[in-house]
């Protein structure tokens, strides 16, 4: 295996624990926050069992996640992870898988930042052309940004991560508020209980929003003191944003009288109907300026994941090359490349089409990732308990989340072994030494 260029092995690691939080915390709370209250309405108080499921899924394969960094200090994300795991192969069927969710997840939450923005400007979801030119000016924007380096963009995430949880807390106030002075009326829980196939369903509905708290993990090369630091961010990022999750939407779709939850802005109609129309219409800006963040930390993401597996030998080598600051320019440029793609080939349909169906396919294709973690973590016996529940979990969310989005996730993953194996190939054949070695995966 041929080694990388000399300036890429000294990678600067400007992300403290703060920024790692952030980086958790942004990727977590992006888009679907600001919608899921309208979807979770008419389920009721399923939904609120629904998301104590997710939550806790989520915890358990953040824990595992968090344990398999401390047990495998040199491995550079989760892919590397399940490579020490299962094998060479395998760590690059789902490192190539967690690639194309990140690039899908981009184009996805893009497309989010230009819909939340229609009230401001109606012109971008008139007409679909402009809609789609406008994502495409949000992706380059945020790769520029990323192009100067790992700390101006967690500084970025920083900011928009306080901006974004603005209307999060204005929420919680009102709801504290109107249950203090008994203005709310809470939707009665249901005389038969909780329904199984209603808290499936809720709980399904939850799982794009609280993709990404892998985060840390998967920026490990960023982070400093990453034994310790990862850990932590990834704990207190994941917990904290279940709360905030639970509590905001949970409250929403209760207080709310049915027909205002299930409207286009439901937070929106959260702060209209127990405060006043002015504020509210501010929520626009605010949901715009939280799928900012989470583009931005998307993008940060989608250079470090294939600069990490170009370093392993898994993909071509030119792909590890950085700057001076261990910026990955190569791998943010053609993510982004393959995210435009996306976006031109969707052009013709409608904002909403588009990020119904990235969305699906973002979240199937992250599954792989979380399942093969948890099924690492009990090749090494880590993390137990929390192992083998979220294998459950990741399992059971796979099959929720449809034959067909599933079967073309796997579809996509493996598509991509050709690529590995004419990149070991071409491997094997510059360094003949090492032959034995490069192709035993």
Known sequence: MTSPPQHTRHAARPLGIAACIALVMGNMIGTGVFLLPAALAPFGWNAVAGWAITISGALALAWVIARLTVHLPQAKGPPAMIAAAFGPVAGFAIGWTYWVSIVTANTTIAVATVANLTPLIPALGQTPLIGVGAALILLWGLTLLNL????VAGSLQLVTLILKLV???VVVVLILLALCRSTAVVAPFPSEGFALPAVTASAALTLWALLGFESASAAADKVADPARTIPRATMIGTAATGAIYLLVCSGIALLLPMAKA???SPFAAF??????PGPASLIALFASISCLGALNGWTLLQGEVPLAMARNGELPAWLAMTDARGTPVR??????IFASLLLIANSLQGLVAIFT???LLSTSATLWLYLACAAAALRFRVALPAA???LIYALWTLWGAGISVSGLSLVLMLAGLPLYWWTRRSTSLSSPAQLP?????
Not at 331 to 336: G, K, Q, R, T, Y
């Open 271 to 276: 702060v209209s109907h127990y405060w006043a």
């Open 167 to 169: 209307p999060m807390v």
């Open 331 to 336: 791998a943010l440029i053609v993510s982004s």
């Open 262 to 264: 299930q409207s286009a």
């Open 437 to 441: 070695e490069d192709t035993a995966g």
């Open 388 to 390: 083998g529940l979220g």
């Open 357 to 359: 169906a990235m969305a």
């Open 148 to 151: 100067r380096g790992a700390q």
